[in-house]
DNA sequence: ACAAAAGTGTTCCTAATACACCCATGA
DNA sequence: TCATGGGTGTATTAGGAACACTTTTGT
């Protein structure tokens, strides 16, 4: 290890790949950049990491400041660091990505003059995206279908309260198949990680039962796959 | 984004946790510090990434200059960077996790004078660690334990040639658990990941048929979980 | 009464587990 | 000839997949 200020050293930033469920399907949050470079391309949220605060927290400040999201399930993602990704110079990205439930959240311009637009768009209609942005957004993703298969993360896309049916069609939408509504749900009570409420939906046709999640349950319901496979 | 010289920054740091396997124990590669801070604990390798430098080649080149050891396996592990972690000042780790097999490398010191020693150690006996390098080890075993179990990482760990009593026991140390032989044998050829050789390896004992690797069939065999679990 | 989504069980099949003995070699 | 690790098959069990009809409500 050489001096900490003997060299040049590289920028840090954070950026983060905001997720969300509307209407069905599966939806990321971007901002329109207004400078070059890339001026009116589209980016995730992001800046750069102060000298005395965690990039997570650098992650959600940003956000916050050019969305104006809070309250996100948060995680890290990948470190991209090659050269040249960044025309301005040398800049590293702690990329982070963040699930959200749609109904509890509004994004909206926060007067930073350097974004146009702030806006969702549907996964498989991504616009034009600067930097390596549209990378990490299929990193991110790729992450969040494997993590869904293995983990409770799913839950972190839903309201409190939700139907079985709503679950199901979460996880249709994003490992974009369909499933067996019957073993679906056996599969699901089994794991013991939803609860019944006292309260149902109701639309224009027979009411559902809406259920919340069991955290506790969770952690040992999806358990290791044992040895290979 | 502000402008990318606005502020202080904090530096950016690459570390790598070398795993290997010697007599059937999981072993890390470390150095031992002889300068302060920390002089005389012990750390994994690692240093300054460059200005015009990818953050895995940092890794690489300080394994090599600080340990002499080269052709390693290489993985993203994550980005500590928590303020506070170096008390020289804010520095954050991109750290990397890297598989090699003890009989082709042989560490050593290569004559850097901020490193004493440079040693293997078994990873349930780890010494004094500098910085959080005890959380960076901790975060690699556990990521490595996680990913034999579904990828074909563990080859990595293995000669070209290797019995399936080698592969066996490198499952069982790895994952500390103890597997049914027959069973084992019979999802490893079940799946096709390896292939039989034309040799034998003599011991004192019954000669054990060579297997080798075979890459194209890993990547089906270690299928995708389905839905949940 | 009908349209629409909610809810519910059984059978089949594949994959995981448990388990014990003979074989080939070197000393 | 014996000590040591190498090598092999079967029966049982558990979990995943396929599959269709009845129920409840609003209009």
């Known amino acids: 290890m050489g001096k900490l200020t003997d060299y040049k050293q590289p920028s840090v930033a954070a950026d983060i790949v905001v997720f969300t469920i509307m209407n069905r399907r599966l939806n990321v949050l971007l901002i329109q950049r207004g400078k070059e470079p890339f001026a009116g391309f589209w980016c995730?949220?992001?800046g750069f990491v102060q000298i005395d605060e965690a990039p997570e927290d650098a992650?959600?400040?940003?956000?916050?400041e050019e969305t104006g999201v809070t309250d996100v399930y948060l995680e890290q993602l990948y470190t991209f660091g090659k050269p040249g990704r960044d025309p301005r110079g040398r800049v590293i990205s702690i990329s982070y990505f963040a699930l959200v439930d749609s109904t509890k959240i509004k994004?909206?311009?926060t007067g930073d003059e350097q974004i146009k637009k702030v806006e969702w768009f549907d996964v498989n209609e991504l616009p034009q995206m600067g930097f390596d942005h549209k990378d990490i957004v299929s990193?991110?993703?790729k992450r969040l279908r494997y993590k869904l298969e293995y983990s409770a993360v799913g839950?972190?896309?839903l309201?409190?309260?939700?139907?079985?049916t709503d679950l199901q069609s979460l996880y249709e939408t994003i490992l974009n198949e369909s499933v067996d509504k019957r073993n679906f749900r056996k599969k699901v009570m089994a794991?013991?990680?939803?609860?019944?409420t006292r309260e149902k939906r109701k639309g224009s046709h027979r009411p559902a039962?809406?259920?919340m999640f069991r955290q506790q349950k969770a952690s040992s319901a999806f358990k290791k796959v044992k040895f290979e496979r």
């Open 159 to 164: 309201p409190e309260k939700f139907t079985l």
């Open 191 to 196: 794991m013991g990680i939803v609860e019944k």
């Open 209 to 211: 039962m809406l259920y």
């Open 139 to 141: 990193y991110a993703l």
């Open 155 to 157: 839950f972190e896309l």
């Open 107 to 109: 994004p909206k311009l």
């Open 44 to 46: 995730v949220p992001g």
């Open 59 to 64: 992650a959600l400040r940003e956000l916050k």
